[in-house]
């Protein structure tokens, strides 16, 4: 009797084990690729839905992990809702864990864009959160602000808005800025008096952040494009890149803003040469194409990654076109990580869903069909296959599903080719990113710039790893973070990721015509009528 109850306790913790692992490993993925916007399949109102069930469920069952997720490479939205809800449930936190949580919280709030960590911090306000871990955290926000008189003068009633209901002890000129009203005659503090005076003098308004000389640029009736050309040294990166448009229509009067594409992320400035069309990409692809080369091995200085002989399978079907909100999101990030893994492969070739003659020229149209550049990629003998895609195809529908089953099942049951589908898209419907098939590991992708991250923790997506090395592997992404970059990221298998050896010889195991034919031959008798959603034809 005893050795029965042992055994099924056994099984009991074994079974609590991989729901653990497969929850965890389902946050994480959504919070690598949901933003809670509007896609091309869903509406913003489901996906804010979906991702806040599972922040809920994560955070109320497994809430040490719930917090070390912040340290796993996930989005800022994610960030900031996790930041939200720990220090929302402060009450709950385990003493011995404490002082882990607050070291997180306050390391991802520095790490946060400057205009997310005050939405974030007002947004405690708006929830009537006001414990003292909230105070404090602000309170340290600040005080690490390398320059708080720049932070008061850009987002001044968010600064205001956090300072009264944290009780903030301002320093300095800050206090009087922020609540005196204009009344005080002179600032000390350059900027401080630059804002005053712009408030009556035209000339003024350029010495200010761009987006707040913008509006008392309205307010002196300035011209917008004399405003554009004498304002263009204050713009940061993102600004320069918004308002091109503004400037090309001003272009006429001699406004020309010049865009630093070294500044810029790889997969920012793959969505802006994408939103020119295509004879201006093609008249400037001799500065487009080197900077995007230069961007990604910029990326992957900061993120080292070194592979081998890789196929990309890039999905440029209508769907990544992607929603008003995220205007060709999916293709942007398929077109960075063309780059990115070009620059980080000893070999490379990229197989997309409609044949592309210069990926710089690529547009979002017709339909999905990803098993004709996937049977491509594996023919070609890849060692590692990365599939980018939102996860819906119908040119068949599940045509790649079968093609992916059949090759592991038949051709390749050891393993040898690692095949990995990134997914841009959220599914709120699983809760997930929506998977190809379950024979190959699904990640969620934010930007291209994360492939390194996100092929590291598609091991776990596999569902080989235990819950035991995910712990492992979240706990030493905390230490990274938490004491530096140089901490290396240790599991307890040793086995660092799915990706096959680096810089090794030409695989063995190729596919012959007689197998090819095999696949396609499944293909063609397996793949009948699917409910996979039609995609909207787009004619050339």
């Known amino acids: 009797m005893a050795r029965m109850e042992t055994e099924l306790e056994r099984r009991w913790a074994s079974r609590a084990a991989q729901v653990a692992r497969e929850d965890l490993v389902m946050f994480i993925n959504a919070c690598l690729s949901c933003t809670g916007q509007r896609e091309f399949y869903d509406d913003a109102y489901g996906q804010r839905v979906s991702i806040d069930f599972l922040h809920d469920y994560i955070l109320h069952n497994y809430r040490l992990l719930y917090a070390r997720t912040l340290a796993a490479g996930i989005n800022h939205f994610n960030t900031a809702q996790i930041i939200l809800k720990l220090l929302a449930t402060g009450r709950q936190t385990v003493h011995e864990h404490r002082a882990e949580e607050g070291a997180l919280i306050a390391a991802a709030l520095q790490a946060l864009p400057p205009q997310r960590a005050w939405r974030l911090l007002e947004g405690l306000r708006e929830r009537g959160v006001n414990n003292r871990r909230a105070r404090a955290i602000a309170r340290d926000y600040l005080r690490g602000r390398p320059d708080s008189s720049f932070d008061a003068v850009k987002y001044r009633a968010r600064v205001r808005s956090v300072a009264v209901h944290a009780h903030l002890r301002l320093q300095g000129e800050l206090g009087p800025f922020l609540f005196r009203r204009w009344q005080q005659r002179s600032y000390q503090t350059p900027l401080f008096e630059s804002v005053r005076q712009a408030r009556y003098s035209a000339k003024a308004v350029y010495e200010l952040p761009f987006t707040v000389a913008e509006g008392l640029a309205a307010t002196h009736e300035i011209k917008r494009d004399v405003f554009l050309q004498r304002a263009e040294a204050r713009m940061t990166p993102g600004e320069r890149l918004r308002l091109q448009g503004s400037a090309e229509r001003a272009?006429?009067?001699?406004?020309?803003?010049?865009?630093?594409?070294?500044?810029?992320?790889?997969?920012?400035?793959?969505?802006?040469a994408l939103s020119l069309p295509c004879e201006t990409r093609l008249e400037r692809a001799g500065v487009l194409r080197p900077a995007l080369e230069r961007t990604a091995r910029r990326a992957l200085a900061r993120a080292p990654l070194r592979l081998g002989r890789v196929a990309a399978v890039l999905d440029c079907s209508y769907s990544s076109s992607g929603s008003a909100e995220k205007r060709r999101r999916p293709l942007g990030v398929a077109l960075a990580a063309h780059y990115l893994l070009q620059a980080a492969a000893r070999e490379y070739r990229a197989f997309w869903t409609r044949p592309v003659e210069?990926?710089?020229?690529?547009?979002?149209?017709?339909?999905?069909?990803?098993?004709?550049?996937?049977?491509?990629?594996?023919?070609?003998?890849?060692?590692?296959?990365?599939i980018v895609s939102d996860g819906y195809e119908n040119d068949p529908p599940h045509g790649a599903a079968h093609v992916l089953r059949v090759y592991r099942e038949r051709l390749d049951p050891a393993a040898r080719t690692s095949i990995v589908q990134c997914n841009p898209v959220f599914n709120p419907d699983d809760l997930s990113v929506q998977a190809l098939s379950t024979v190959v590991p699904t990640v969620g992708l934010r930007d291209a710039e994360d492939l390194p991250t996100v092929l590291g923790f598609a091991r776990f997506a596999e569902g080989s790893a235990p819950l035991a090395d995910l712990e492992d592997y979240l706990a030493s992404r905390v230490r990274r973070m938490l004491t530096g970059p140089d901490a290396p990221i240790a599991t307890r298998s040793g086995d660092d990721a799915i990706l096959p050896a680096v810089e090794t010889g030409q695989q063995e195991s190729e596919l012959d015509e007689e197998a090819m034919a095999a696949v396609e031959e499944v293909l063609r008798r397996g793949v009948g009528a699917g409910d996979a959603p039609a995609e909207r034809e787009v004619m050339d």
């Open 251 to 272: 272009g006429r009067h001699g406004v020309a803003l010049e865009l630093d594409f070294g500044r810029l992320p790889l997969t920012r400035l793959a969505l802006y």
């Open 358 to 386: 210069d990926p710089l020229l690529v547009t979002a149209r017709g339909q999905s069909d990803l098993a004709t550049p996937l049977l491509d990629a594996l023919e070609w003998g890849a060692e590692l296959v990365v």
